[in-house]
């Protein structure tokens, strides 16, 4: 990322953290109020429409979504994706990912149907340039699934869900984060079926695999622990018991 101008270089640090570390701290009104000041200052100097402008811009968006101020976040992003279709091209990655947290806003605004629509086109998209394979393509195919079961089709959750877990494990590995959140999918289209057998060996899978890649005192590991016993619970009597 270019330096930022002079007049901000000072506060510009904090917006070099990245912003995946905010949750820890709880600073994310302090990321967007940056990331908000340095879009201004880029926008002013080199322009509103230049990828570094709208490089800030996104992060003010995303960083409002993690506020849980969802509408705004929404515009945001779509503003961004707007902007960087003219400026990168409708199909440029940067392009691409504000589609994506487009969607992601959706989904948590409670308008599923809407959020399905911008996940199949992102996924024609990123498939034409990135490829089918690519991880950036499977997380727009996993988005697709969990919206698909958030309106209830939970069949066809469970047939994409299986589709991206198995490409993932191809892809990244058997026991690659991603892969075990697919296959958790799995076990979660599975319960909403009303096969509790089938669910419960799925997620016995993803403790397994997060005990092998995380350890068995992880957070994720201990959470997959719990999916396991919830689903027993709900299961009632007569299945195995935990391997």
Known sequence: MPHPPAGLAGDASLGRIPLGERPRDNRWEEARAVHAALAE??????????????????????????????????????????????TLGPRHPETLASRYECAICLGRLGRPAEALEVYRNLVADRAVALGAEHPATLRARHGLG??????GRWEEALCEARNVCALRAAVLGPDHPDTLVSRREIAVALGRLGRWGPALE???RVRLG?????????????AALEDEARCRELAGPGLPGPV
């Not at 200052?41 to 709208?54: F, K």
């Not at 506020?67 to 960087?84: I, T």
């Not at 969990?146 to 309106?151: A, E, H, I, P, Y």
Request: proline share 4%; net charge neutral.
């Open 41 to 86: 200052e880029r926008a002013r100097t080199l322009g509103e429409e230049h990828p570094d402008t709208l490089d800030s811009l996104h992060h003010v968006a995303f960083a409002l979504g993690r506020l849980g101020r969802w509408e705004e976040a929404l515009r945001g992003h779509r503003g961004v994706a707007a902007a960087r279709g003219r």
């Open 146 to 151: 969990v919206t698909l079961g958030r309106l």
């Open 202 to 204: 799925e997620y016995g």
């Open 210 to 222: 997060r005990e092998r890649s995380l350890g068995p005192d992880h957070p994720d590991t201990l």
